[in-house]
């Protein structure tokens, strides 16, 4: 039995972000991960061939780009610890079969210039909207990386004005019904609507608003980007932060459950049968489905409500290649943004036909994103070489046979989406692939199983019933679990949402709070430790 004060299930980004905050603030803090390498869907590795850096899951950092974490460097991450950035111009881009494109500059007068071409009319609600939306971003900002208001509070406080009532209709429309309100365009909508759904969202399913509205702020105020070197940079520089701070991070260390005594969470214990006890608190990468499995004297009522967490509606099927050369835009590498929808429908009606299929069990491959990630960053492949990462919204319950049939069925649904991908690159060829690696809705599930639930690589719905403090439920939206006294939740189905935020910064801002220390002084202390 080893004693600690803080001990951490998984070592996603979300708990390492955690971590490395309670460890600032003097704990002493382990962190045990069940696979060989940390970094959870914040990983970069050599997945096909020696040399070649691919993302496993997270690819683009868009929303933790609003997080103090980075904007304030509070853990030394970017002045310390190496991570850096890429920022590129062009952040986001729709492409069309027949050579059309819109393209959102992360310079928001050069976006709608572009856009006048097309709609003179959507030019300026364009610049209407997004104004709008970047005018909010303070505020909606502010509350991401803390714990969330209760539910009550925040709708109450939001009635208050016209503007918070702006935002509540908003939330509790869909992506569909906010871009109809704004835009005459069907290629400006189609433009901002895939986008959107990249956070697994249907465009027309409700509470989904606030994405579409919130989104072109993002890009306009902080545009999107990519650490160098690959995602899984963010998690190396935040294990570095951990163990700077005195914390140590466990690989292979497969948690069976949470130690729990008189009502109070005690510590981890492994399945090999080594424990792991913690003073002061656990942390758990939990997802509420399998909070039964891990924590079985949770009240059952919370637990009832905590297996009814909505996952969801699709998930990802994620091809990996290595290239021998870099992969050419038919349209011209100039178009390249770090965020490519590439698209042979023209009109909305024609794109909800197809995410319908998602609903009924069916793969379309017309619904695609993707590209070679050397464009930005040549140093994830030998010199000319790429590396491709291209994602294929899918069901999780594939008809007729069920997530049980992905394995025979995931290299099938690849080949037709390759296909759809050679309309767009000149050089998508056979001879130009040298390798290729399929993973699948039930591979992601497989890979966190105590995360990504049904292949939900965002935790859980991104719905509004399912936000602010009743995110996942009522019970657990305060990062504590009822009744277990000292244990944290952290993970993509917590407060704020699925993706890369950096959310791990809230569960320590609670537990700082419960503890009584003072989070700006901990965050004011200089990297070396000196206040």
């Known amino acids: 039995m080893s004693q600690y004060d803080i001990v951490v299930m998984g070592g996603g980004h979300n708990g390492l972000t955690a971590a490395a905050y309670m460890a600032k603030a003097g704990k002493r803090v382990l962190v045990l991960e069940r696979k060989p390498h940390f970094g959870g869907g914040v990983s970069t590795r050599e997945l096909i061939r020696p040399g070649y850096w691919h993302d496993e899951h997270s690819n683009v950092h868009i929303m933790i780009q609003g997080n103090p974490m980075l904007r304030e460097d509070e853990l030394g ?84 004005s016209d503007e918070g009532r702006f935002l509540l209709d908003v939330m509790s429309r869909s992506a569909l019904d906010v871009v109809e309100q704004y835009f005459e365009s069907d290629l400006l909508k189609l433009h901002i609507l895939r986008m959107v759904t990249e956070n697994l969202q249907m465009p027309d399913e409700l509470g989904t608003g606030m994405g579409a509205f919130l989104m072109p702020g993002i890009i306009h105020t902080y545009g999107c980007s990519m650490p160098k070197g690959g995602s899984g940079q963010l998690s190396k520089a935040l294990v570095r932060a951990i163990e700077h701070f005195g914390g140590e991070v466990r690989c292979n260390a497969e948690v069976t459950r949470v130690i729990v005594s008189g009502g109070k969470a005690g510590g981890l214990e492994l399945t090999t049968g080594e424990t792991f006890m913690a003073r002061d608190g656990v942390i758990g990468a939990i997802h509420p489905h399998v909070l039964r499995k891990f924590v079985g004297e949770t009240p059952e009522p919370v637990l009832q ?21 870099r992969l050419k835009l ?87 989406a390759l296909e759809q991908y050679r309309k767009f690159y000149s050089n998508l060829t056979d001879d130009n692939i040298t390798g290729r690696l399929i993973r699948s809705p039930i591979d992601h599930e497989r890979d966190s199983p105590a995360s990504f639930i049904k292949g939900d690589i965002h935790g859980c719905a991104p719905f509004m019933y399912q936000s602010v403090a009743h995110r996942p439920t009522p019970d657990l939206g305060s990062f504590r679990v009822p009744g277990i006294d000292g244990l944290y939740l952290v993970g993509p189905f917590m407060h704020p949402g699925g993706g890369v935020f950096g959310a791990g910064r809230a569960t320590a801002i609670q537990m700082m709070d419960d503890m009584d220390i003072d989070y700006d002084k901990v965050c004011a202390k200089d990297i070396g430790g000196a206040v």
């Open 330 to 416: 038919k349209v011209g590498n100039e178009t390249n943004a770090m965020m490519t929808e590439l698209m042979d429908f023209y009109t909305i009606r024609d794109m909800l036909l197809e995410y319908d299929k998602l609903r009924r069990g069916e793969v379309s491959h017309r619904l695609i994103a993707g590209g070679d990630n050397t464009i930005f960053d040549p140093s994830r492949a030998p010199e000319g070489a790429g590396v491709f990462y291209g994602v294929n919204f899918a069901p999780y319950n594939l008809y007729p046979d069920g997530p049980g049939s992905w394995d025979a069925r995931k290299e099938e649904f690849a080949d037709r």
């Open 305 to 325: 409500r905590a297996e009814r967490v909505t996952q969801s509606t699709f998930s990802i099927n994620l091809m990996h290649l290595t290239l021998k050369e």
């Open 77 to 160: 991450l970017l002045s310390k610890f190496g991570l850096e950035y890429i920022y590129p111009d062009l952040p986001h881009a729709s492409i069309w079969e027949d050579g059309t494109v819109v393209r959102s500059w992360k310079d928001l007068d050069r976006t709608c210039e572009e856009i006048a071409a097309f709609s003179p009319r959507d030019a300026e609600a364009y610049r209407k909207f997004a104004r709008a939306s970047m005018d909010a971003i303070p505020m909606f900002m502010s509350g991401l990386y803390a714990p969330p208001f209760p539910m009550g509070a925040f709708v109450a406080m939001m009635d208050q």
